[in-house]
């Protein structure tokens, strides 16, 4: 449900970068979304194209860049990627976990048209 | 001609801003804030009562109250329970966001009072993205919700400094395997501070008040 005010977030800022870029229009966004960020690319994109509709974002692409979460286990240091729920280390059964990746949730660049 | 212009911008840098401003204006004002999540139900406006009844002695105390609906029924409960509250129609929206919360503090007395208890809406998922500024944040979870929530709704246990489990006089009359739960949420996180407790029987209150005013203490030194 909070995608709405996200995508007036990513509008924000890639209005922003494209006024100061004097871009004519965007073309594409690229971001970066954790596995672990409770985003649905899908209803962002519907949102986008709603509020995207009258700026210089019209028609851009949304590409999302998904990264795997991954754990590192601080009593082994074993390194794994989570594929579904958080789970214990998979090696000693440790719970005592560093997530190194996988909360990432930036907009990286845009494409424009100058 | 096109070309790709480097952004490297946290999406969610404008609400973190703004959280960090609403941070220095309760440190200005020597308030310690406190962001309270759970899920519609779980017990967040009787928690929140049972701890202005223990702690009302000690601190002076306000509550924001952020509700999804244009109903004060929890705002009037705490008004009745003699503290200032403000409450936050967010019009539909599942979080309260810093810019709800700074458009509170505006209204909130807050040289009159030294713990601000902020209700969020009632939801396990949206307001776990959101930062307020607050000092610290609280989830309370409760028995008839089931055991599984810290493996549905990680995010919101993650990054949290206390967990309250209430409605604990429940427990003999539902499978709620207390060994499954805990192992979830220790994944999530290893250092919360764990409080079972039961605002129907005051079971576990006091312990959770405890910790309350000692972390309260810290934050007000």
Same mark, same amino acid.
């Given at each position: 449900?909070?995608?709405?005010?996200?995508?007036?977030?990513?509008?924000?800022?890639? #209005?922003?970068?494209?006024?100061? *870029?004097? /871009?004519?229009?965007?073309? +594409?966004?690229?971001?970066?979304?954790? $596995?672990?960020? &409770?985003?649905?690319?899908?209803?962002?994109?519907?949102?986008?194209?709603?509020?995207?509709?009258?700026?210089?974002?019209?028609?851009?692409?949304?590409?999302?860049?998904?990264?795997?979460?991954? #754990?590192?286990?601080?009593?082994? *240091?074993? /390194?794994?990627?989570?594929? +579904?729920?958080?789970?214990?280390?998979? $090696?000693?059964? &440790?719970?005592?976990?560093?997530?190194?990746?996988?909360?990432?949730?930036?907009?990286?660049?845009?494409?424009?048209?100058? | 001609?096109?070309?790709?212009?480097?952004?490297?911008?946290?999406?969610?840098?404008?609400?973190?801003?703004?959280?960090?401003?609403?941070?220095?204006?309760?440190?200005?004002?020597?308030?310690?804030?406190?962001?309270?999540?759970?899920?519609?139900?779980?017990?967040?406006?009787?928690?929140?009562?049972?701890?202005?009844?223990?702690?009302?002695?000690?601190?002076?105390?306000?509550?924001?109250?952020?509700?999804?609906?244009?109903?004060?029924?929890?705002?009037?409960?705490?008004?009745?329970?003699?503290?200032?509250?403000?409450?936050?129609?967010?019009?539909?929206?599942?979080?309260?966001?810093?810019?709800?919360?700074?458009?509170?503090?505006?209204?909130?007395?807050?040289?009159?009072?030294?713990?601000?208890?902020?209700?969020?809406?009632?939801?396990?998922?949206?307001?776990?993205?959101?930062?307020?500024?607050?000092?610290?944040?609280?989830?309370?979870?409760?028995?008839?919700?089931?055991?599984?929530?810290?493996?549905?709704?990680?995010?919101?246990?993650?990054?949290?400094?206390?967990?309250?489990?209430?409605?604990?006089?429940?427990?003999?009359?539902?499978?709620?395997?207390?060994?499954?739960?805990?192992?979830?949420?220790?994944?999530?996180?290893?250092?919360?501070?764990?409080?079972?407790?039961?605002?129907?029987?005051?079971?576990?209150?006091?312990?959770?008040?405890?910790?309350?005013?000692?972390?309260?203490?810290?934050?007000?030194?």
């Amino acid at each position: 449900m909070h995608e709405l005010p996200i995508a007036e977030n990513i509008l924000g800022i890639a #209005l922003e970068y494209a006024e100061q *870029a004097e /871009a004519r229009r965007v073309t +594409r966004l690229n971001l970066v979304i954790g $596995q672990l960020s &409770s985003i649905v690319d899908d209803t962002i994109q519907f949102y986008w194209d709603i509020i995207s509709k009258d700026t210089l974002c019209a028609g851009a692409i949304l590409n999302f860049e998904r990264i795997p979460a991954t #754990l590192v286990c601080l009593d082994c *240091a074993h /390194a794994y990627t989570l594929s +579904r729920e958080l789970t214990a280390c998979p $090696q000693c059964d &440790s719970i005592r976990l560093k997530v190194t990746a996988g909360e990432e949730f930036r907009l990286e660049s845009i494409e424009v048209e100058t | 001609m096109s070309k790709i212009v480097p952004v490297v911008q946290e999406i969610m840098s404008a609400n973190d801003s703004l959280a960090a401003q609403n941070r220095a204006k309760l440190d200005a004002a020597q308030v310690v804030g406190m962001n309270i999540m759970a899920s519609p139900g779980a017990g967040k406006t009787s928690t929140i009562l049972r701890t202005i009844e223990a702690l009302t002695a000690d601190y002076k105390l306000g509550v924001v109250e952020g509700d999804t609906a244009n109903v004060t029924i929890d705002a009037d409960k705490v008004i009745a329970a003699g503290m200032p509250a403000v409450q936050i129609n967010t019009g539909g929206n599942c979080h309260l966001d810093a810019v709800m919360l700074s458009g509170a503090l505006a209204q909130m007395p807050l040289a009159e009072i030294e713990l601000l208890i902020v209700e969020n809406v009632g939801n396990l998922i949206c307001p776990a993205s959101f930062a307020l500024g607050t000092h610290f944040n609280v989830v309370i979870a409760s028995v008839p919700e089931g055991d599984d929530k810290p493996y549905k709704y990680p995010n919101i246990y993650r990054g949290i400094d206390a967990l309250i489990l209430n409605k604990m006089d429940l427990l003999p009359y539902i499978d709620f395997d207390m060994a499954y739960f805990r192992r979830g949420i220790e994944i999530l996180n290893p250092e919360v501070a764990f409080f079972p407790i039961s605002c129907k029987t005051g079971e576990g209150v006091a312990e959770w008040v405890a910790w309350l005013k000692e972390r309260a203490a810290v934050y007000r030194q």
